[in-house]
């Protein structure tokens, strides 16, 4: 089987938090005999042994765009409702998009469907009903980033879906189960929940020295400031251990703990294992809509964590509450867990250990390339 795939990007120094998945999941599809032609919408192409790249068609008009939001004084941390930068795109940008696809697709035999994953929908309006149109092939678009990107909530960075009748695409692949009746009144005729996975041989537990008693990874403060001051900031504050947190725009009161600037990949690996427990903290919108996976937990369960987690809807459906992940709703909770923890080592390796066999299990960038590839598959046939 061979995929079209238009990505958001495939540079990990873009500050796009899903990458890192992106990469795991084109892994996984290599591994199930997926052949991908992966395009990126921002940045540079980049070749690897799991996916072949092709040129952003668009990357200089993308380096203009960034100087524009430059001069708008454009936050990562707050959408953007720049009204003419859609209206741009879709008219320079989306025919040269066009362009490569149909390229693609007449020098690549057998071609069977495309997949849009992360990419700003409000600037390709109507591509996806032309290529449907010119090639009869299925067009499936994947949100990474519902229900941040749902127009009920602002959009993440752009409002992205405002305005977009999402009936295009034959379906809509998103990992949140409470965000489907949004998704269907805006037009969605097939909406399909995949949840984040994670490669257990990229996430791997490493032996290395617990110097750290708590550590939490993640962009954006204001976004999780409840469950931050509630695992961190009090906590913190009142016990006398070890705190350590890293991430972009983390700009509030962390109490005690120690804020060091965001890690690298391979960084972030060593700061989990280093830890002597992982913290899920999550945003506060995805801990409120019914079963909104992100990639978090599922990393730190594969790198065998012992992980205490901000109460949210659904992470039952995903893990073993209390072997193997615990549950904290108060600072009070959180405190008293995290003595119980740290005076526990075997409890702790043990909630480790079956983490990561749940994830080995049930939970992988394989299983998730799966579901996808029989969503393609039924709206080939």
């Excluded at 524009?68 to 795109?89: E, K, M, Q």
Aim: hydrophobic letters at 40%.
């Amino acid at each position: 089987m061979k995929i079209i795939v238009v990505c958001s990007t495939l540079d990990l120094s873009k500050p796009y938090g899903a990458t890192p998945s992106l990469w795991q999941l084109f892994k996984a599809f290599y591994e199930e005999g997926i052949e991908l032609f992966v395009i990126p919408y921002h940045g540079h192409s980049i070749d690897s042994v799991w996916w072949r790249s092709f040129q952003n068609p668009n990357y200089y008009k993308g380096r203009v765009l960034e100087k524009v939001l430059d001069l708008f004084s454009y936050s990562p941390r707050r959408t953007t409702n720049i009204s003419f930068i859609p209206i741009i795109a879709r008219l320079l940008v989306k025919p040269r998009l066009y362009k490569l696809i149909t390229e693609i697709l007449r020098k690549e035999k057998n071609i069977e469907a495309i997949l849009f994953i992360a990419v700003p929908l409000d600037q390709l309006k109507g591509l996806a009903m032309q290529i449907r149109k010119d090639y009869d092939i299925p067009v499936v678009y994947y949100d990474l980033d519902v229900p941040t990107s749902l127009p009920s909530h602002g959009g993440f960075t752009f409002n992205y879906l405002r305005g977009v009748d999402l009936g295009e695409y034959d379906s809509i692949i998103v990992p949140s189960e409470g965000s489907v009746t949004e998704l269907k009144e805006l037009g969605a005729r097939n909406v399909n929940i995949v949840h984040f996975g994670v490669d257990p041989d990229v996430f791997s537990p490493v032996t290395v020295k617990k110097d750290i008693d708590f550590f939490f990874y993640g962009n954006g403060g204001l976004a999780r400031a409840k469950n931050l001051k509630m695992m961190i900031t009090e906590p913190s504050s009142i016990l006398d251990h070890k705190f350590v947190v890293s991430g972009r725009n983390i700009d509030i009161d962390l109490g005690k703990a120690q804020l060091l600037p965001p890690v690298s990949l391979i960084e972030f690996r060593n700061f989990c294992c280093r830890a002597k427990v992982n913290l899920n903290v999550v945003r506060d919108l995805h801990a409120q809509v019914l079963a909104t996976s992100t990639s978090r937990p599922f990393e730190l369960a594969a790198m065998q964590c012992c992980i205490v987690s901000a109460s949210y809807k659904g992470l039952e459906n995903w893990f073993e509450l209390d072997k193997e992940i615990l549950v904290a709703e108060t600072s009070k909770e959180c405190i008293e867990i995290y003595q119980m923890l740290l005076d526990d080592d075997e409890m702790r390796m043990n909630m480790g250990v079956a983490a990561r066999n749940r994830v080995k299990k049930e939970h992988t960038s394989r299983h998730r390339a799966r579901q996808i590839i029989q969503i393609l598959e039924k709206h080939r046939s």
